[in-house]
């Protein structure tokens, strides 16, 4: 097929293997960075590894019964749970209705764009300490305006409520939640403007003339085409929200009394304050166990898509 | 009648826009509010909401007090280096993948990469830091550019392969080839150059990522020599936890957002555009 | 096209500065293991008088004082004297509180490590010091310094580890009463309180509460942050008479009237006399309540809040003072005492030149020196005695309370975990006490916990 020019026979070769010879670098780096680190934890999460104890005995699945076995871990669990799946779907409803506002040619567009992307160009230890500010008792200009309008008698404490729940839902939580979908917003948001760029606007002309209402026309029309983009950025940015280690430990360590700890803050601290290695690894193991659910989910549709 | 619905129609599009720019602008708000007062209007309860008049002094300060300088100097170096090893890597698999791998085969090598992002990064810091020390990269930018490039990685290949998939037309490589080009050839000097919008995005992506990394900085550069400024307004914070530098902190917080805030203010277009070219159609 | 072009241009420009400071960042690297090599080689010959020269030395060491640039620029100094004296060269770095105790635990197992460090946790890091890597023992440059009566006994717990030293104490700290002079004039208050009575009783005059009870100000808040109650328990341990544990540090002995009567002091603060919020909010401070003037009391302040303060909140100058925390009866100690040592890697290439540094940073003069720059107090009984501290109106509570102190630290290989912030037994049960729990129920809860940890 190809034609042999003047290059050597080892140009040949290497020309032969340049598709592979691309993938290497890449993937060499993913191998060394994220998947050796993670067997290794895995390997980890059977021994009792402490600092503290020079012996590392194998001890099997004793770390997970241990931890399935306390229900701080179930807690912490849950917290997380409702953390990315509410963070998500309230940045998600967030982002696609300010895609919709933004990609209508009103004077604006460009510098409303650029506005909302702030959040996320910010560094979360930045905005964690400010967000802690805003939420604090005695030194929150929100406290300040609700004063001054009557709403409230006293200052209000939104990261300390410890006696308002919703079922296992507290206060401080949802505040953590709140602080995550704006720092989350904006990449969402991104991406949809993106995807609703290639829509055809004939779609909706004719959507139009056929007496669509807007509402019809997004869930008939916007919906349907900008899907791919939709489950990719939801699907990822689920995963990373489960992940999600800053706000929660920038914000409140997992406090009050245990009440916004999410699964790798508790990874975190029993690792490197009770340097109790084998426990913390097989929470991680753990917690990678459940995002694979979702994409498990992602990857049976996008394979029956392909079959 | 009907111009008088639009005309409210679009009042309405600026007062929703404007009520989310209050959420989205509440945090800078009240970081300019509180570097700017003067020192003893900061600690007091209730808080003002404006100044009563301005001091500016924070701003020559929190320059003495960290060497925030060396900071930001650092964090584009990390960043710069990142981003452009990344686009490196990403576009050549982003381009192998899209272009040499079946069809079939391709949603298995994404699935690959959707699987990496399910590693929790807090999961590996301590394996990955012994890998790293033991090359001898601790406490230097190498080390920590080489997480970071691998971390930004899979995602930046898939923009950009779905931006090769979309937006570059196959027949282009294939007439070059046809010419006698060799593949690595056809790749920089066809593809390459007509597939910049896409590389733009995508480096965006990873420079961002970069930019606000916290917990492996944290743990892998020591000193002010080497710190970025993701990880720098903790030098305000004091043994029992307490921070009582508030209005430094928070002029520290500006200085460190401005930078990226102005570039991607920018380059926010190009950003769009490239990823509507094809980087997201999945 | 052209503009597509320049941005390729400027991406590749990029690649390249990018990756030639990646480089130039090993580079430095290597050339600083380079003079290490040469200098250990030096030393082998045996020249004595020149043996240092070009040395290099890592220290590490946590930020302290108001401003991190006045400690900047006191180490500046305190490097450039001893190079000039010894030719070695120390190269400081600050590690922040947060990621301080993650860098010195890789260190101790094998990681990067500095040759000497500013260290807490000492037992904890001796116990998982490996063969290679870890704390060296430096009984030698103890003995030198004068032993161990050349430091409060504070510092001897934090140092030592079974009878050998790792390290030799420096900072010092004790916690004492902050008081808002302007409140307790208005308030009619004469004297800073020296009972529990006379505390409840003050504080109570300085609570305003709304109508539904809720407290606008408070009389008294606990300094620790976030509901970390188990460090003002503490205090209140020692002021009842009770103590953490024998003396031979192998059993816990809080299970006794003194450690109920304090638990129950602390919660009912809070629960029964309401003059002081249950401030597990993040975002709740002790001091910048004080500041703001929320708080006229702060339960345990340290010596450098007086300069934080003065620079954070310059309208509260001249309305504040100090004096020892107040006690059940007025007999007891005071309060908890903490010390930390400066200590040496085995990791180093040069121990000799690494003790010389110890040696001069933890002499008395430069420990007076870094006291006043960073507003520490010391563990050296001699600095302590300095006109700097005893004759001053502000650290002369510390002073008083130094002497009538007991350790707050238990020296056990396991105390991090057991002392552990939020989920460790203690704070855990010091919380739950709050939270209206059985005293008894928790104490022996917690007591389970710690056996089972083990220390």
Redesign the interface.
């Known amino acids: 097929m190809r034609?042999k020019?003047k290059?050597t026979f080892d140009?040949g070769v290497?020309?032969k293997h340049?598709?592979?010879l691309?993938?290497v670098?890449?993937?060499a780096?993913?191998l060394?960075?994220?998947?050796?680190?993670?067997l290794?934890?895995i390997g980890?999460s059977f021994f009792d590894k402490q600092?503290?104890n020079q012996e590392e005995p194998f001890v099997g699945l004793a770390n997970y019964a241990e931890a399935l076995s306390n229900a701080?871990i179930w807690q912490t669990i849950f917290n997380t749970l409702f953390f990315a799946l509410a963070s998500l779907a309230l940045g998600v409803a967030?982002a696609m209705y300010?895609a919709v506002?933004l990609i209508?040619p009103?004077p604006?567009r460009?510098f409303?764009?650029?506005?909302?992307?702030?959040?996320?160009?910010?560094?979360?230890?930045?905005?964690s300490?400010?967000?802690?500010?805003?939420?604090?008792?005695?030194?929150?200009?929100i406290?300040?305006?609700l004063?001054k309008l009557g709403w409230i008698?006293?200052?209000v404490?939104f990261?300390?409520n410890?006696e308002v729940f919703f079922g296992f839902l507290s206060v401080?939580l949802i505040m953590l939640t709140i602080i995550n979908v704006?720092s989350i917003f904006p990449f969402l948001m991104?991406?949809f403007?993106?995807?609703?760029?290639?829509v055809p606007k004939e779609l909706y002309e004719a959507a139009t003339m056929d007496g669509a209402g807007k509402i019809t026309s997004f869930w008939k029309i916007t919906v349907p085409c900008?899907r791919?983009?939709i489950?990719?950025?939801v699907?990822?940015e689920l995963?990373?929200q489960f992940?999600n280690?800053?706000i929660s430990y920038?914000?409140?360590?997992?406090?009050?009394?245990?009440l916004t700890k999410l699964?790798?803050v508790e990874?975190?601290?029993q690792?490197?304050?009770?340097?109790n290695?084998g426990y913390a690894?097989s929470v991680?193991v753990i917690?990678?166990m459940i995002?694979?659910v979702p994409?498990i989910f992602?990857?049976k549709s996008?394979?029956r898509?392909?079959? | 009648m009907k111009k008088k619905k639009k005309i409210f129609g679009i009042a309405g599009h600026y007062l929703v826009l404007g009520i989310i720019s209050v959420f989205v602008l509440l945090p800078y708000y009240w970081m300019i509010v509180t570097a700017v007062k003067p020192t003893e209007e900061v600690m007091v309860s209730p808080s003002t909401l404006l100044p009563s008049r301005l001091e500016f002094s924070n701003f020559f300060k929190v320059w003495e007090s960290i060497p925030l300088g060396t900071y930001m100097k650092n964090s584009l170096i990390v960043s710069v280096t990142v981003t452009a090893l990344s686009v490196v890597l990403a576009t050549l698999c982003g381009y192998s993948i899209s272009r040499f791998i079946q069809r079939r085969a391709q949603k298995f090598s994404l699935v690959l990469m959707l699987c990496t992002q399910l590693i929790p990064g807090i999961v590996t810091m301590v394996s990955l830091y012994f890998i790293v020390y033991n090359l001898g990269f601790s406490n230097t930018y190498t080390g920590i550019v080489i997480a970071y490039v691998a971390w930004a990685v899979p995602f930046c290949t898939l923009m950009i392969k779905g931006y090769f998939d979309a937006a570059i037309p196959r027949e282009i490589e294939e007439s070059a080839r046809v010419d006698g080009c060799s593949q690595i050839r056809t790749f920089f000097d066809i593809c390459l150059p007509i597939s910049v919008p896409g590389i733009i995005s995508t480096a965006i992506f990873a420079f961002i990522l970069a930019w606000n990394e916290y917990m492996w900085a944290s743990i892998l550069l020591s000193g002010d020599k080497m710190k970025p400024v993701s990880v720098g307004i903790y030098d305000f914070i004091g043994q029992y936890g307490a921070n009582t530098k508030m209005a430094l902190t928070m002029t520290a917080g500006i200085f460190i957002t401005l930078p990226a805030v102005i570039i991607f203010g920018f380059l926010q277009k190009h950003l769009i555009s490239g990823l509507s070219a094809g980087a997201v159609k999945g | 096209m052209k503009r597509k072009k320049l941005v390729a241009l400027g991406l590749t420009l990029a690649m390249v500065t990018g990756m030639t400071a990646a480089c130039s960042g090993t580079q430095e690297k290597e050339d600083d293991a380079g003079k290490n090599a040469v200098s250990a080689e030096n030393e082998g010959d045996g020249e004595e008088a020149a043996a240092y020269d070009g040395v290099e030395l890592t220290f590490w060491m946590q930020p302290y004082g108001t401003d991190p640039a006045i400690q900047r620029k006191a180490l500046d100094k305190i490097t450039e004297d001893f190079k000039e004296s010894t030719g070695i060269t120390v190269n400081y770095a600050i590690n922040d509180w947060n990621s301080a105790n993650q860098k010195l635990t890789l260190a101790c197992t094998g990681g990067e490590a500095p040759d000497v460090a500013d260290i807490f946790f000492t037992n904890s890091f001796v116990e998982m010091s490996t063969e290679e890597a870890g704390l060296l023992e430096i009984n030698d440059v103890v003995e030198e310094m004068g032993g161990e009566d050349t430091w409060l006994s504070a510092g001897k717990d934090e140092a030592c580890v079974d009878g050998d030293w790792y390290g030799v104490p420096w900072r010092f700290d004790t916690r004492v009463l902050l008081y808002n002079t302007e409140d307790f004039k208005n308030a009619g208050i004469a004297k800073a309180p020296e009972t529990w009575e006379e505390l409840v009783e003050c504080a109570q005059k300085l609570t305003e509460t709304d109508a539904n009870g809720k407290i606008t100000h408070a009389g008294l808040a606990w300094y620790s942050d976030m509901g970390r109650y188990d460090q003002t328990w503490f205090s209140m341990l020692a002021q009842s008479g009770g103590t953490m544990m024998n003396e031979d540090f192998t059993e816990f002995t809080f299970d006794t009237e003194e450690g109920k009567k304090a638990l129950q002091f602390l919660s009912d603060c809070i629960n029964e006399y309401n003059i002081c919020s249950s401030s597990v909010d993040a975002s709740y401070d002790a001091l910048t309540e004080f500041m703001s003037g929320n708080v006229s009391m702060v339960f345990g302040a340290t010596g450098e809040n007086k300069n934080s303060i003065l620079s954070s909140a310059p309208q509260m100058e001249g309305k504040f003072a100090s004096a020892p925390l107040p006690t059940a009866t007025g007999k007891e100690k005071n309060a908890i005492a903490f010390s930390a040592p400066i200590a040496i890697m085995k990791t180093t290439k040069n121990p000799d030149a690494a003790k010389e540094w110890v040696k001069y940073f933890c002499s008395e003069e430069i420990q007076l020196y870094l006291s006043q720059q960073l507003s520490l107090l010391n563990s050296n009984v001699n600095v302590m005695k300095d006109p700097y501290f005893t004759e001053d109106e502000w650290l002369g509570a510390f002073s008083k309370t130094a002497s009538n102190s007991q350790s707050g630290d238990m020296p056990l290989t396991t105390w991090s975990q057991l002392d552990a912030w939020p989920d460790g037994p203690i704070p855990n049960m010091c919380a739950k006490v709050v939270n209206g729990e059985d005293i008894d129920k928790a104490i022996e809860e917690c007591l389970d916990k710690l056996e089972k940890i083990g220390y």
Do not use: C, H
């Open positions: 034609e020019k290059g140009m290497l020309d340049t598709p592979f691309m993938l670098p890449a993937a780096s993913v060394l960075v994220s998947v050796y680190p993670t290794k934890t980890m600092l503290l701080v967030l300010i506002k209508k009103l604006g460009g409303f764009r650029a506005l909302f992307l702030v959040p996320w160009v910010t560094p979360p230890l930045v905005a300490f400010v967000w802690r500010i805003l939420l604090s008792q005695n030194f929150s200009p406290n300040s305006v004063l008698q006293g200052p404490s990261l300390d410890t401080p704006w991104v991406m403007i993106a995807g609703l760029q290639t900008i791919p983009v489950s990719v950025s699907l990822l995963i990373w992940n280690f800053n920038m914000v409140t360590q997992g406090g009050p009394l245990g699964l790798a990874v975190y601290q690792a490197f304050t009770n340097f290695y690894a991680s917690m990678m995002a694979l994409a992602y990857m996008s394979i898509e392909i079959t």
